[in-house]
Each structure stands twice: as structure tokens, then as C-alpha cells.
């Protein structure tokens, strides 16, 4: 967690650092989600809170829960292949999570499954937040849609001292191939920070993670920086549902 010195007490800064405390908090690491969060059971509609640059941000009630829910959606000229691999690509998160400062497989099992540890660095006073997620995916047979499921898990190292363990988070990333090299990329997240922090506040402030998330991919990936020269771009990950372990044409 930085101190007091590291980020500095100027009011200026004080808006800037509370949008990227609680927007990182929901967007950072909480990718996916048990489907009852977003079903017809939901409490209330999704309501768009921003449009801006190609990226469209909604919001609704989630039963139950002060905290509302994020979806969060864009177009990004990128193979589909190489979107899926970045989403996967656990220790590439810091580049495009403004607040994730370690994002480390913590084991592997399945070739659908795996284990990951995320550490949260949070601007003082407030603590660091870590968590331990559980991610699946699955990738239509056909190669046109990829999802990323993923919820908060306790069977993983225990909590770090100083940093708050986030327990409850879930969410889901869905990449769905429009062109030969497009994508549509979405997320929906929801997820309770773990911590002393006002559920008004997260609300206020929720959309600017997951807008900041999808612009740092999009760039990431339009750019060309990822993925680096001489990477496989999923490997033998990117294989469709029910059929061989084939590589998925990117």
C-alpha cells in the first residue's frame, strides 16, 4: 500500500485517487459471475452511466447488495486469439489494471481452470486489497465466442498481512469475434470491496475502472504491443469446448 508521502496529500489529487480506489476495486480483479447475479432475478434494469470513446459503461442493482453491478462493453480491432491470451495472461493484468500490482497463477488445474492471486495497491489511507479467483473459460467449438467465468475462492494462500481479503466477487468476460480481426469485448462485475468504504461512493465511482480497464486492452492490443514478439498468443489454452486440443485460428 503506498503511504502517506507516495501519493501525497494535495486536494487536487483527492478526486483522482478516490475514482481510481474504487473503480479499481470493482473492475481490478473481478471479472465473472455466478449467472444469478445477472438474470431476470436481478433488481432492476442496467442504466448507462457512461459513453465515451467507443466505450459504453451500465449499472444496476444487484438484490440484496448496496453495490451495484458493472457491465461495461467496447469494439477493438484485435484477433480474436490475441484477446482471449491477453485476458488470460495473469501476470499481463498490471498493464491494463491501473491498481492490480501483482496478478500470479497460484496453480493450474485444469486445462480450462486455474487459480490466481491478486494484490490490489490502494492509495493510502485505505488498504490494499488482495483476493484469490477462481477462473473457467470456454470457447465455442466454432472459435466465435470465448467466455471468462470467474468468482472469489478460499482454498489458496491465506491472507497477507496488512492487505484486506475480498471475498465475495464474481463476474464474467465474454469475447465474441465480429470480423477476421475484430472483436466485441464485454464484462460484467459485481463485487463487495471488503472494507469501510461508503457503498454510495463505489456506485459514484464504479464506472471509471471498468471504462480505464477497456481502454488500456483495447490500446494494448491495437497497438500491437501485445502480445510481444515471439509469445504464442494462448497456445494450447485456446482450444474450443468438446473438441480437440487444437490451437483456436486467432
Request: one cysteine or more; hydrophobic letters at 40%; aromatic letters at 6%.
Amino acid at each position: 500500500m503506498k503511504s502517506n508521502s507516495a501519493t501525497g496529500s494535495d486536494p487536487a489529487t483527492a478526486p483522482r485517487l478516490r475514482a481510481r480506489l474504487i473503480g479499481g476495486c470493482l473492475a481490478a480483479g473481478l471479472l465473472w459471475a455466478p449467472f444469478q447475479l445477472w438474470s431476470a432475478g436481478s433488481a432492476d434494469t442496467w442504466r448507462l452511466d457512461r459513453q465515451e470513446d467507443g466505450i459504453a459503461v451500465y449499472s444496476r442493482a444487484v438484490e440484496g447488495s448496496q453495490v451495484r453491478a458493472i457491465r461495461a462493453e467496447a469494439d477493438i480491432a484485435a484477433a480474436f486469439g490475441d484477446t482471449v491470451a491477453l485476458l488470460l495472461d495473469a501476470p499481463m493484468r498490471p498493464a491494463w489494471d491501473e491498481i492490480c500490482a501483482e496478478a500470479t497463477v497460484v496453480r493450474r488445474i485444469s486445462d480450462r481452470e486455474d487459480l490466481i492471486y491478486l494484490h490490489n495497491d490502494l492509495p493510502w489511507p485505505v488498504s490494499d486489497r488482495d483476493m484469490l479467483l477462481r477462473r473457467h473459460w470456454s470457447i465455442a467449438a466454432d472459435g466465435s465466442r470465448a467466455q471468462i467465468r470467474a468468482a472469489a475462492a478460499e482454498d489458496g494462500p491465506p491472507p497477507v498481512s496488512g492487505r484486506v481479503r475480498v471475498r465475495q466477487a464474481d463476474g464474467v468476460w465474454t469475447v465474441q469475434r465480429t470480423g477476421v480481426a475484430s472483436v466485441h469485448l464485454s464484462t460484467v462485475v459485481h463485487a463487495e470491496p471488503g472494507g469501510p468504504i461508503p457503498a454510495w461512493l463505489t456506485n459514484a465511482l464504479s464506472v471509471q475502472g471498468p471504462y480505464n480497464a477497456l481502454r488500456n486492452i483495447r490500446h494494448l492490443l491495437e497497438s500491437g504491443a501485445y502480445p510481444p514478439a515471439g509469445l504464442d498468443p494462448g497456445g494450447e489454452r485456446l482450444h474450443p469446448i468438446g473438441g480437440p486440443q487444437a490451437r483456436i485460428v486467432p
